[in-house]
């Protein structure tokens, strides 16, 4: 990466405690100038409290917060060059969009004439051009969300920092202004720091994810990596979708190792992980890894027979439930909508097949307090 | 059915419509016919409108009603600056636990009567009083002073005796504002005062106006308050009234005056409305 990349935030070890309880837990990381950086985790991992205190509304009780260079301690929200799109959005009910976008613009004293051109140009910005008259109830869920975001970036921060603002739009809506929201942040430039549980938002819009966890940060890699290469078996089940099969490792060699499962299945991985022979391990297999009914002719395949249970036909996304012979593990198969499987139904055997590169392992979590 | 609808519309509304007219309708309509009766020495009676005739044409009487007007005012703007932020400190800063606790405080005084109240502030004030003593043991003071009996006096009583009708609304309209509104004006580059006037206030107008009106109206029905506090010149238009029915035994000049309060308290109250820009309607609600 070129030293010459400015960095507009960086957190370093920042810990927040609520009494005896650790909201977030000594969290470092940096944001590079333009970047779309995303927090995925599930709701109450800190995700908040951690935006909460780049913003100044919250302060760390350990460690340390800079934008674009300057240390952020003891700088209230109002003298802080980030703005929070909140949850809710908070927009001002008593006022029009025209004034909700020009609080922070008056509030820096600038000129009448300044103020109205800047709104009307970050209106146009977010495909809002002449809502300046209305008022905030006469907006829909989209356009609320809109004015919320160009309220912040009408002030040109340096860092734009949003809490799960598709939160409470429809699936529909959601999936769109997913797609506007990336166009729009590659437009402005500004950095944006996104939070977000729905790891599909945090994947299609971000340069950058880092997955969240009880406090602490499990992995910060690119969305293809979190998906390909997951750290932590905690990133491996919350982005995207995992089967689980436990078992041991054995006959290890340098290319390849043999899994076998207590239910008599075995199966080559390969060999790059660093796994003893006997040790016990969960591997992980993506519904999308693996292939029903693949072609004879590819030899590399792990190759199994299982049971068909139930077909879950949801479009794109459509799995089958299937076990393996002789074990009642249920696993979920995608089930590709190219008409070649229009004939399977519950009951039938089918072969499944998958890439050896595909199975990823991790040590047997030995179930602690939860 | 509708015999039944008939019959149960008439069983509640008939104590409502009996107290409307009994004690609201009839009384006012007895006042307003004796305002304008001139009783003459030989006893007899005229229609006239001598009683209002008088009031402006003694000083005293429309000098003491401006006055009582003017304070009546003061006491709503001081009694209002007050409640808010006691208001706020109740609903957006203390613990939701010490909330009710300090709701309790506030509603405390109310459950001892007007006179018991104001004769606390008497102790406190009065020349011989707890202040006044401790100054002097303190050497601040070298010869006692009479706090009481003067117009600041007054209006401290009369603020303190209109608190709850003023942060009970503004308490229950606070309540309804969303934290985040005052996070986001924060975050947006808002200073403490643009955040009071830019959001916390037109979010509590409703509150702020109801509470005013029922404040200004309870400040300028009040007897008790300036006549024990006040001094001999704080004279308030209510013992006006008292002295004409009770001392001079001037029924119709008495009435003339109550209406003449009737008339003043609706206008500013409508006035009031009109500038904030509120409907009755909304500020009931
Ligand atoms: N002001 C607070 N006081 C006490 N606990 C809090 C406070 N704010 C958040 N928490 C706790 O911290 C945890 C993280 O909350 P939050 O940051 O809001 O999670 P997220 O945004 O990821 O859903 C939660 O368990 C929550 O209960
Ligand atoms: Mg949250």
Redesign the pocket.
């Known amino acids: 990466m070129a030293d010459d990349m400015q960095i507009d935030l960086g957190v370093e070890k920042v810990t927040k405690k609520?009494k005896d309880?650790t909201?977030v837990k000594a969290v470092s990381f940096e944001v590079e100038q333009g970047r779309f950086f995303s927090i995925l985790?599930p709701?109450?991992?800190?995700?908040?409290?951690l935006l909460r205190m780049i913003a100044g509304l919250a302060e760390p009780d350990n460690g340390r917060i800079t934008i674009r260079g300057l240390n952020m301690a003891g700088i209230p929200p109002n003298k802080r060059p980030a703005n929070l799109v909140f949850q809710h959005l908070a927009l001002f009910p008593m006022m029009n969009v025209a004034d909700n976008i020009a609080f922070g613009l008056q509030r820096r004293g600038e000129k009448k004439a300044t103020v109205f051109k800047k709104v009307s140009a970050i209106l146009e910005r977010v495909d809002l051009p002449g809502f300046e008259k209305k008022k905030i109830h006469e907006l829909s869920g989209g356009q609320k969300q809109r004015v919320a975001i160009a309220r912040c970036l009408v002030l040109e921060p340096a860092v734009l920092l949003l809490d799960e603002p598709l939160g409470a739009l429809d699936l529909k809506l959601r999936e769109q202004m997913k797609v506007e929201l990336k166009k729009l942040q590659a437009k402005v430039g500004t950095t944006f720091v996104y939070i977000t549980h729905d790891q599909s938002e945090a994947l299609v819009m971000s340069d950058q994810v880092a997955v969240m966890n009880k406090g602490h940060f499990e992995q910060l890699d690119t969305p293809k990596n979190l998906y390909n290469r997951p750290a932590t078996p905690f990133v491996a089940r919350f982005v995207g979708d995992n089967n689980i099969w436990s078992g041991h490792i054995r006959d290890r060699d340098n290319n390849t190792c043999r899994f076998e499962t207590p239910d008599g299945n075995v199966f080559h991985i390969s060999g790059d992980q660093p796994w003893r022979n006997g040790a016990a391990v969960d591997l992980f297999l993506r519904p999308e890894a693996m292939i029903i009914q693949p072609d004879p002719a590819h030899t590399g395949l792990n190759r199994f027979e299982a049971h068909i249970r139930s077909l879950l036909f949801d479009g794109a996304n459509s799995r089958i439930i299937a076990t393996p012979k002789n074990s009642d593990r249920e696993l979920l198969v995608a089930l590709p909508q190219n008409r070649q499987h229009d004939d399977l139904c519950p009951g039938d055997i089918v072969e499944i097949g998958w890439d050896k590169s595909s199975g990823i392992c991790f040590a047997t979590e030995t179930e602690t307090s939860p | 059915m509708t015999q039944h609808r008939k019959w149960g519309l008439f069983f509640f509304l008939t104590p409502v419509l009996l107290w409307l007219t009994l004690l609201i309708v009839l009384p006012h309509i007895d006042l307003l016919r004796m305002s304008f009766i001139l009783e003459t020495d030989t006893g007899e009676t005229e229609w006239r409108l001598s009683n209002y005739a008088s009031f402006f044409k003694e000083p005293i009487y429309w000098l003491t009603f401006v006055r009582t007007a003017i304070y009546s005012i003061i006491v709503t703007l001081l009694t209002l600056v007050v409640a808010l932020p006691v208001s706020f400190f109740i609903t957006k800063v203390a613990r939701p636990g010490t909330r009710g606790f300090l709701m309790l405080l506030i509603l405390l005084p109310f459950w001892v009567s007007e006179l018991v109240r104001v004769y606390g502030w008497m102790i406190l004030l009065r020349e011989s009083g707890v202040i006044n003593h401790f100054l002097l043991k303190l050497g601040i003071l070298d010869q006692p002073v009479e706090m009481l009996y003067n117009d600041a006096a007054m209006i401290l009583g009369l603020v303190y005796t209109s608190m709850l009708f003023m942060v009970v609304p503004l308490v229950s309209v606070l309540e309804s504002l969303d934290d985040s509104l005052i996070e986001a004006a924060y975050d947006l580059g808002a200073d403490m005062g643009t955040i009071v006037f830019k959001i916390i206030v037109p979010h509590a107008t409703p509150g702020i106006v109801s509470g005013a009106i029922v404040v200004f109206m309870l400040t300028l029905g009040n007897y008790l308050t300036p006549n024990l506090m006040g001094g001999k010149n704080s004279l308030w238009f209510t013992e006006q009234i008292y002295n004409q029915f009770i001392a001079s035994f001037n029924w119709n000049q008495g009435a003339a005056f109550g209406f003449l309060l009737l008339l003043l308290s609706s206008g500013i109250v409508w006035l009031g409305l009109k500038l904030s820009g509120q409907t009755l309607g909304k500020v009931v609600r």
Request: proline share 0%.
């Open positions: 609520f309880f909201a985790g709701s109450g991992c800190g995700k908040t409290t």
